[in-house]
């Protein structure tokens, strides 16, 4: 239990280190947009192809506009052509009718859309948000009957001055057409992938177009924040960001919206013969209608280019069926952190590993954060960050490394230390080592006021046996000899091979007469014979020499 908890803590900085350095990253705008582009990329993958039934883009296009010369002039119409248009889809049974085009400005037969409009309530008109007002009327605008009531609290996009549509078309509210705003703010990239639902001006709150048009001709629906991150209005709720804007899911198919161009029904309305439209194509469905000719505002969306009609389209038919992503949840994210931490955690079980272990094992968990991402996205639509765990999964490959690589030089400057200190036959310091542990025995004896004595002593006739019986046999010698000196002396004395048949004993802290019995203790000891089984010799007679220099207390030589 110990020795795992040794182990645990011994590892434990690799991943938190990992999850330090991708903290700190996070909040830097490269990362940023890589997570943003990463998560763009994942939600192409994800998505979904989608055929809307109940919206309808009626495009007035550039064909259009060369068709119906002959009959409405050149653009813009006349008010009157679009009023014949309102009464026409209110008879084939439209639920509502959504202009993305501005009647801003006083023109002929305004009247005559008035009229029409208040024979179809169904109606909402496009409004547009400035950055700058335009006059000083602008600065307080009464949007009485036309604003939502909703939460003083309730997050929304916050605006200077509006452009509204002719009063004569909205007013008495709430007996004439409603309003949605289709400003909207692209990220820094230019990328729209967050949709307003409101948008706020001198404390008056305005829906969005495409959620206006979900309540076209009825009473506003009842409008709440919902706690954790999310709006309901009416019966519906979605999940959103803190400037309560929904993140779109959009279709991976371009053709998800029904749309027709304005001269196919335009011939209808007019009546010519041929022409007739089945009211099945109508009834029900919400039409937007504008003009892609003249105002071709191209709009970048993560699966690319869409017209900004078809964007309000689209949005309107994903805020019907809650094709919108939800926001990151702490617990996906670390759930997905800690697949990610799974290789550098399994290093407390094993904190050496092969390289191509490792790579495995990272691998592998990359592959299940990824499965796991996509799967999120598809089935849940919910928003989580791929980069986060990905980028923690490096760094954790990377500290790995770096401890694998630390562990390797540690390990080859101990053995190069042993191959310089060490003799390799019978583990006893060499003569390298034996001049530093000298040194350091001298240094000592000046600091204790002790004596010093150092004892040399050689085999007797060991070349000749080493020659006769082999070096096999002289290496079992000299392994004996070491085992006898060693039982010879105390643990903090010093024992060490010259080279050859050569040794040396340092002894700490005696005095000459203690030197010499332990000098005559081990060549007693080393007369004893050496039991050998090689070439029919049972034992071999050994003896030894030895010589003792001395160095007293104080002194700075022997």
């Known amino acids: 239990m110990l020795t795992l908890a040794a182990k645990f803590i011994h590892t434990l900085w690799i991943p ?38 109940d919206a309808l883009v009626i495009d007035i296009d550039d064909a259009s506009l060369r068709a119906m010369q002959p009959y409405f002039g050149s653009w813009p119409y006349k008010r009157d052509t679009f009023a014949l248009l309102l009464d026409y889809l209110g008879e084939m049974g439209a639920r509502a009718v959504v202009f993305d085009i501005f009647f801003a400005d006083q023109r002929e037969n305004d009247g005559r859309l008035r009229e029409a409009i208040a024979r179809n309530p169904n109606v909402v008109l496009a409004a547009t948000m400035r950055t700058e007002p335009e006059g000083e009327e602008q600065a307080l605008t009464n949007l009485y009957g036309l604003a939502w009531d909703v939460p003083s609290g309730l997050p929304s996009y916050h605006w200077p001055a509006i452009q509204l549509p002719l009063a004569s078309f909205t007013q008495p509210a709430p007996g004439y057409a409603g309003i949605g705003v289709v400003s909207v703010r692209a990220d820094r990239d230019g990328v729209l992938r967050r949709f307003p639902l409101f948008h706020r001006i001198d404390g008056q709150v305005i ?38 804007a929904v993140h ?22 007019l009546g010519s013969p041929g022409q007739e439209l089945s009211p099945a194509m109508i009834r029900g469905k919400t039409i937007f209608i ?35 992503l939800t926001p990151p949840r702490w617990y996906w994210t670390a759930g997905l952190l800690l697949i990610a931490l799974v290789p550098a955690l399994l ?14 094992i990272s691998i592998g968990a990359a592959l299940v954060v990824y499965i796991i991402h996509l799967s999120l996205l598809h089935w849940l639509k919910q928003e989580s960050s791929l980069l986060l765990p990905l980028l923690t999964l490096l760094s954790v490959n990377l500290l790995e490394t770096m401890h694998s690589l630390h562990l390797l030089n540690k390990e080859q400057k101990a053995k190069i230390h042993v191959l310089t200190n060490v003799d390799q036959l019978t583990l006893l310091p060499n003569r390298f080592a034996l001049h530093a542990q000298i040194a350091h025995a001298i240094e000592g004896a000046h600091m204790n006021k002790s004596s010093l004595a150092v004892l040399l002593t050689d085999l007797d006739g060991f070349n000749t046996i080493n020659d006769t019986l082999g070096a096999e046999t002289g290496d079992q010698m000299l392994l004996d000899v070491t085992a006898r000196l060693k039982s010879s002396v105390r643990t903090n004395d010093i024992v060490a091979r010259l080279g050859g048949d050569e040794f040396c004993i340092v002894i700490n802290g005696v005095e000459a007469a203690s030197a010499v019995l332990c000098a005559e203790k081990y060549l007693v000891r080393s007369h004893n014979p050496i039991i050998l089984r090689v070439r029919n ?20 030589r022997f």
């Open 290 to 324: 504008g003009n892609t000719a003249v105002f071709a505002d191209q709009i970048h969306t993560p699966v690319g280019e869409l017209n900004g009609l078809y964007v309000l389209a689209i949005t309107h038919q994903s805020l019907a069926q809650n094709l919108v």
């Open 207 to 244: 829906p969005s177009l495409p959620l206006a048009a979900h309540f076209s001709g009825a009473p506003h629906p009842p409008v709440r924040s919902i706690p954790g991150g999310g709006i309901q209005v009416g019966s519906f709720n979605w999940p959103t960001d803190k400037k309560g």
């Open 16 to 53: 938190l280190t990992a999850l330090a350095l991708t903290w700190a990253l996070s909040f830097t705008p490269l990362y940023q947009q890589l997570d943003v582009l990463s998560l763009d990329k994942q939600t192409r993958l994800a998505a979904q192809q989608h055929f809307f039934q």
């Open 347 to 360: 290093l407390i079980w094993q904190p050496r590993r092969p390289a191509l272990a490792g790579a495995a």
């Open 248 to 269: 779109l899911f959009y279709p991976s198919n371009p053709n998800s919206v029904l749309s027709m161009p304005f001269s196919r029904i335009a011939m209808a309305m």
């Open 537 to 556: 010799c049972t034992s071999l007679p050994v003896s030894a020499s030895a010589f003792i220099r001395m160095m007293a207390a104080m002194s700075a």
